[in-house]
């Protein structure tokens, strides 16, 4: 997995609210005085740094802001953000249920099926301000 690190801050924007900071997986951000700054050698590039930001100052190049979220979600979504519920899609759990079919009988899914998604539900500590957005797809075509 490409971690490096494509997160910049415009100084001029951020308030210094350090919200960056606390969603941060990989503490690719930190507090430099009153300003959030880039400092870490990786990131995941997730965009919630972005997200949470409510003066705009974080980017994350090379996410399509456009492919955050799958038009038959959008209803789900909005639904949901009204109860004040978020959601996060948990893909380490497709691969762990992939190398270990137990997970699969311990949860009770029949061995006809498969598990293609797992969302976490829950009401969220943080506020987001947009929608992260996501890295685009590798599409390869083989004949």
């Known amino acids: 997995m490409d971690r490096t690190v494509r997160t910049r801050i415009d100084q001029e924007r951020c308030t210094g609210c350090g919200l960056c900071v606390e969603v941060c997986p990989s503490d690719t951000i930190t507090m430099k005085g009153k300003k959030a700054s ?5 990131s995941l590039n997730c965009g919630h740094c972005a997200a ?15 492919l955050s979220t799958f ?11 009204v109860l004040g519920l978020g959601t996060c899609l948990i893909g380490f759990a497709i691969e762990a249920m992939r190398r270990d079919k137990s997970i699969l009988r311990r949860i009770g899914m029949p061995d006809d099926e498969r598990a293609y998604a797992v969302i976490a539900l829950g009401y969220p500590n943080e506020m987001y301000k947009r929608v992260a957005g996501r890295k685009q797809a590798l599409i390869r075509y083989f004949e």
Do not use: I, N, Y
């Open 52 to 66: 949470v930001c409510p003066s705009g100052a974080v980017q994350v190049t090379g996410l399509d802001p456009t």
């Open 71 to 81: 038009k038959t979600f959008e209803a789900r979504e909005s639904w949901l953000h």
């Open 38 to 42: 880039v400092t870490g050698a990786e």
